[in-house]
T-cell receptor
């Protein structure tokens, strides 16, 4: 048990729609990051939030956006869904930004299918 | 940008044999190197990690070695068992505190 929970676990959306995925971290974990993992691939970094501000972003278009809240929860929003957005979305949290040794905890992930 | 190269992409070993997976990184400022195991359909799980101030760390059948000069680190699994079959990822945290995953190694342990 990592203390990181994600919802929903599975969902199906239609191309062009919008989706919001949620993540709840352990108390005190002020850094959260999101990853996209396509089938058979390694996780790809989307972005990272520290104390409610984005402080790192991978190679994803602006239609991928996020929020982090004071209660250590966060959201990943994807607009104008495309078929290639179908993937497992993972949320990870750790206690400190300067995680030089702090364990990163992953949630179970949200499986998104775009049809 | 910074990246991590992981080899091999697939590895098949006989039960009881050893398995070694190697990762090479580019960011010399990196100082934390975890290894995660991901079983099919599940989240990545931390199996071992190493910090830059040590060269080797061992936990039962699993060990990790780090060569900061050469910028590579390796995962060693001894006495492999069928339940070790999974995808293994090396990670590093780059200078902007972003986690970079290796491409993964699919390990198959044959009974």
């Amino acid at each position: 048990e990592t203390g990181v929970t994600q919802s929903p676990t599975h969902l199906i959306k239609t191309r062009g729609q919008q989706v919001t995925l949620r993540c709840s971290s352990q108390s005190g974990h002020n850094t959260v990051s999101w990853y996209q993992q396509a089938l058979g691939q390694g996780p790809q970094f989307i972005f990272q939030y520290y104390r409610e501000e984005e402080n790192g972003r991978g190679n994803f278009p602006p239609r991928f956006s996020g929020l982090q809240f004071p209660n250590y929860s966060s959201e990943l929003n994807v607009n104008a869904l495309e078929l290639d957005d179908s993937a497992l979305y993972l949320c990870a949290s750790n206690p400190l930004l300067r995680g030089s040794g702090n364990t990163i905890y992953f949630g179970e992930g949200s499986w998104l299918t775009v049809v | 940008g910074e990246n991590v190269e992981q080899h091999p992409s697939t590895l098949s070993v006989q039960e009881g044999d050893s398995a070694v997976i190697k990762c090479t990184y580019s960011d010399s400022a990196s100082n934390y190197f975890p290894w995660y195991k991901q079983e099919l359909g599940k989240r990545p799980q931390l199996i071992i990690d190493i910090r830059s101030n040590v060269g080797e760390k061992k936990d039962q059948r699993i060990a990790v070695t780090l060569n900061k000069t050469a910028k590579h680190f390796s995962l060693h699994i001894t006495e492999t068992q069928p339940e070790d079959s999974a995808v293994y990822f090396c990670l590093m945290m780059d200078s902007s505190y972003k986690l970079i995953f290796g491409s993964g190694t699919r390990l198959l342990v044959r009974p």
